[in-house]
């Protein structure tokens, strides 16, 4: 597959190609995912293919250090609907959502983590609910009544301490920001990307808070999840880690002071 330079961005023919509208696009940002990949990406287009006839995905290389990138053009050789955007340096998952989200040309535009802990056969579901109940935004979450998770308990305490860390500083009615899988309006996420000031973790809460200061329609959705990383990657939420979380998060209350 051939592909374009710009700016220090490649990405796939078809991303460059002005094509029409499709219905949905789900972004996976991908770090170092060079192990699962290719396996991933082709699995979660089989399963978004049962209920959906019109849908792009967009792996984003996000300045990965290992064959990451290689395997997931091996997936776009593979399957038409997998397409990729590639870049260096490593930018942050909040930097690969929204370069992802530059490039999607969709009526629905869905970010979902590459690993597939969370399945993408969820997302059939949340765009259900999103129509029926004239939603613009449905997130997954955890802390959902009716959410099934096999999550170590040192996650769980984290993602409750962050609840209500957030709660007292955002106000916010939903419980979960940070869950992996998220369905957008494209009219809706594009012009808030836009505005995003956050690349690392915290930017998940920035495109919350900002979409209910402007009224938009947030629905929670229940989830399965089933953690399968391996006992070194589980360490990955060092101390400096988590501290660098509430800093962003402090930043991001700080610049929705002047959003409109």
Do not use: W
Not at 61 to 71: I, Y
Not at 208 to 221: D, N, P
């Amino acid at each position: 597959m051939s592909t374009v330079t710009n700016k220090n961005i490649i990405c796939s023919d078809s991303l460059l190609s002005k094509s029409e509208v499709i219905d949905l696009c789900v972004i996976l940002p991908a770090y170092n995912e060079g192990v699962a990949i290719r396996k991933n990406l082709l699995t979660a287009s089989k399963i978004i293919s049962k209920f959906s006839q019109s849908y792009r995905l967009i792996a984003v290389n996000d300045g990965s250090k290992d064959n990451t990138l290689s395997e997931i053009q091996a997936a776009c050789n593979i399957d038409s609907h997998i397409t990729y955007i590639s870049y260096k340096p490593n930018g942050g998952k909040g930097n690969a959502i929204v370069t992802g989200v530059s490039f999607a040309n969709a009526n629905y535009i869905a970010f979902l983590d590459s690993d597939l802990e969370l399945s993408p056969a969820m997302l059939k579901v949340f765009l259900q609910s999103l129509k029926e109940k004239k939603a613009d935004i449905a997130i997954g979450s955890k802390l959902h009544k009716q959410s099934q998770l096999e999550y170590p308990f040192f996650r769980r305490f984290l993602s409750m301490g962050y609840y209500f860390f957030l709660k007292i500083l955002f106000h916010l009615k939903i419980k979960d920001t940070q869950t992996g899988i998220k369905l957008f309006k494209s009219e809706i996420i594009k012009p808030i990307c836009d505005t995003l000031e956050t690349n690392g973790f915290a930017f998940d809460i920035e495109i919350l808070a900002k979409a209910t200061k402007r009224g938009y329609k947030i629905i929670e959705m229940p989830i399965k999840l089933k953690f399968n990383r391996s006992r070194s990657e589980k360490s990955r939420f060092t101390l400096k880690i988590i501290a660098n979380i509430f800093k962003e998060t402090i930043n991001v209350k700080k610049s929705l002071k002047n959003f409109k």
